[in-house]
Structures are given as structure tokens and as C-alpha cells.
């Protein structure tokens, strides 16, 4: 079974940054995309950023790009967000998931599969 989890949340100064972790295990190979995501009460769902494990591209929602940064350790097993200059409005739960990889950019993929989030608190 496909299994993700994500960690490193918690609480943070505006202007912080934190690093999330997400440990993901049984995919049963490389075809596969994982994205970023977070939940808030206004937001029902916010992509933040997705990579595909095939080829290590990575790809971020726009509104993301200049503070959030997704990187990878050894391809499949953990995928890591970097988040930097963190405000109040970046709290959320945070969630890592992942879907097979249809060989095109996966932002806006329906992800399968979706770990437990993990709180981000940014106070001001």
C-alpha cells in the first residue's frame, strides 16, 4: 500500500521558516507525482507544489514559488518543503500526497493517495 506521512510542522514567528518532511513508501515505482498541499477554514484545499519522482521536475502553484521550495532525498522515500519568510496566512495543516504520473506536469493532478497533514502556526 502506498503510504505517505508528512512532519515537521508546528509553531513559527512571522518571518520563520520551517521544513516539512514527507516519508512515503510502497509505490511501486518511479511513476509517480507528489504534491504539496495545505487546508485552512478559508481554503478548502491550496496546492503548493508537486514533483515527479521519474525525472525530478518540479513544479510550484504561482502564488508559491517565492517562498516555498520542494526538494527530494533519494528519489522515491522522502520528498521535503522548504518554507521561508512564513506569514500568519501560511497557517495550515499541511498535507503530502501522491497519484501515478501521467508523463505530464502535475500540478492540478486528483492525487490517489494522501498522508496524514501536519500544523504549520505562524504567529505575528
Known amino acids: 500500500d502506498v503510504q505517505l506521512q508528512a512532519s515537521g510542522g508546528g509553531f513559527v514567528q512571522a518571518g520563520g521558516s520551517l521544513r516539512l518532511s514527507c516519508v512515503v513508501s510502497g509505490l511501486p515505482s518511479d511513476d509517480y507525482a507528489i504534491g504539496w498541499y495545505r487546508r485552512t477554514p478559508e481554503k478548502a484545499k491550496e496546492e503548493i507544489a508537486c514533483?515527479?519522482?521519474?525525472?525530478?521536475?518540479?513544479y510550484y502553484a504561482d502564488s508559491m514559488k517565492s517562498r516555498f521550495t520542494m526538494s527530494s532525498d533519494n528519489g522515491k522515500d522522502a520528498v521535503h518543503l522548504q518554507m521561508d519568510n512564513l506569514k500568519p496566512e501560511d497557517t495550515a495543516i499541511y498535507f503530502c500526497a501522491a497519484t501515478e504520473w501521467y508523463g505530464t506536469e502535475c500540478l492540478d493532478y486528483h492525487m490517489s493517495h494522501w498522508g496524514q497533514g501536519t500544523q504549520v502556526t505562524v504567529s505575528s
Open positions: 514533483m515527479t519522482l521519474r525525472d525530478g521536475s518540479t
